[in-house]
Nanobody
């Protein structure tokens, strides 16, 4: 069935890096809007980064210059490279996907397909 499966989370010290992966099954990453969201305890889910079919990217102000979203169309996988991690980056990170229309607003409600999430803890 169609699914997104994240991996790569973990516990790291501030200043270190992590790379998250989101492998898609029965869903074509290259043709759709893909995004990373995160949710910290007691906070609303927020979009971290997005990428559309031609590789155009966008980022939340809080991660610009530190995080990079990318995709490998051959592997049908989405990535999030996170550098210079801060304690405030601690959250559950989820990948999401929908048609290209979703990239216009990139709100939570615009995405119908979600992964189960991977925890990132920065101390």
């Amino acid at each position: 069935h169609v699914q997104l499966v994240e991996s790569g989370g973990g516990s790291v010290q501030a200043g270190r890096s992590l790379r998250l992966s989101c492998a898609a099954s029965r869903y074509t990453v290259s043709r759709n809007c893909m995004a990373w969201f995160r949710q910290a305890p007691g906070k609303e889910r927020e979009r971290v980064a997005g990428i559309d079919d031609d590789g155009s990217t966008s980022y939340a102000d809080s991660v610009k210059g530190r995080f990079t979203i990318s995709k490998d169309n051959a592997k049908n996988t989405l990535y999030l490279q996170m550098n210079s991690l801060k304690p405030e980056d601690t959250a559950m990170y989820c990948c999401a996907a929908d048609s290209l229309l979703a990239c216009a607003r990139s709100l939570v409600i615009d995405f119908k397909l979600w992964g189960q999430g991977t925890q990132v803890t920065v101390s």
